[in-house]
């Protein structure tokens, strides 16, 4: 009873996250149950026609279904592996930076993107990279024709992951800047009194002192190689590039509010779902087991 009462505070406060959490996030699972029916809007649940796995099948079936599962699992896995080797390279070279303003200065232009919705950064986007923007204009000065980058499909995938790690730059260098700091400063000195070279220095002491950052942010990414970013590339995509650029949410949303095929689109979400949360598991299993971290 005393724990209780001196945890009481924080109890109270979890209330407001544990609604907003079973409003917005564990009520609509309730909805799923629209995967295993022909769903028709007005009609009573109880009045639906119940066709089983025939929508799982169905969705086999359709070319597009390959098309949007690939798109994801590639878009998602790059966005992993840049997001964690682009800030680490540029932690390590900001970490050799001995001008402390410049420094801060550097890591707060690089974190402003952060701040911004996708959809104030995809209209700056389209701007620079439209026929007439700055990007083609300067690839005018070389002779180069105007490249259509948001209307091909070799295009692209390269914008959505250069883009993403442009805006998430400044977050996951926090994180890498966080994780040099906890460095022992002492092995420097002393491989510097043994002679060891800046980038010796780096290769044995700096990269193996993030280690365990990296491994941990690797396996905890496992779990989001089915999202792939709805709100970026929702307000990115076009018709012109759905091959290469068409994923999993983005198909749902058209499926489901556009073309009103609702058990279908539910059908889809819930095996995305399915699968996520089995690489959350493993993902979290991994962690704890090579990195030591754990939620409970």
Do not use: C
């Not at 649940?45 to 086999?60: A, C, I, P, T």
């Not at 307000?235 to 590039?241: E, G, H, T």
Request: proline fraction near 4%; charged fraction near 10%; charge should be neutral.
């Amino acid at each position: 009873m005393r724990t209780m009462k001196l945890q009481a505070p924080y109890l109270i406060m979890l209330i407001p996250g544990i609604l907003l959490l079973l409003t917005f996030e564990t009520t609509p699972l309730l909805g799923s149950v629209m995967a295993f029916m022909n769903y028709s809007p007005g009609v009573p649940l109880k009045d639906q026609v119940w066709v089983g796995l025939e929508n799982f099948r169905y969705m086999f079936l359709m070319n597009d279904s390959f098309v949007i599962f690939r798109n994801t699992f590639v878009i998602a896995t790059l966005k992993i592996i840049f997001n964690l080797t682009v800030p680490l390279f540029f932690a390590l070279l900001l970490n050799e930076v001995r001008h402390v303003l410049f420094k801060r200065w550097v890591q707060t232009i690089v974190y402003l993107p952060h701040f911004l919705s996708w959809v104030i950064l995809a209209g700056i986007m389209a701007e620079l990279l439209s026929l007439n923007g700055g990007i083609n204009s300067i690839l005018g000065w070389f002779g180069v024709e105007p490249i259509l980058f948001l209307g091909r499909n070799d295009w692209f995938p390269a914008i959505i992951i250069g883009s993403d790690v442009w805006k998430e730059l400044g977050f996951n260098l926090v994180i890498f800047l966080a994780a040099l700091t906890g460095i022992n400063p002492m092995l420097y000195e002393a491989a510097e009194v043994d002679g060891a070279t800046r980038l010796q220095r780096i290769w044995h002491i700096t990269l193996p002192g993030v280690s365990s950052t990296v491994i941990l942010l690797a396996t905890l990414g496992i779990g989001n190689v089915l999202n792939a970013g709805f709100d970026q590339v929702f307000n990115l995509y076009n018709p012109a590039v759905y091959s290469t650029g068409d994923i999993i949410d983005t198909y749902v949303y058209r499926a489901g509010l556009l073309e009103m095929q609702y058990s279908l689109a539910t059908a889809i979400g819930l095996l995305k779902s399915a699968i996520s949360f089995s690489l959350i598991v493993g993902a979290y299993t991994l962690a704890n087991k090579f990195s030591d971290y754990r939620i409970f």
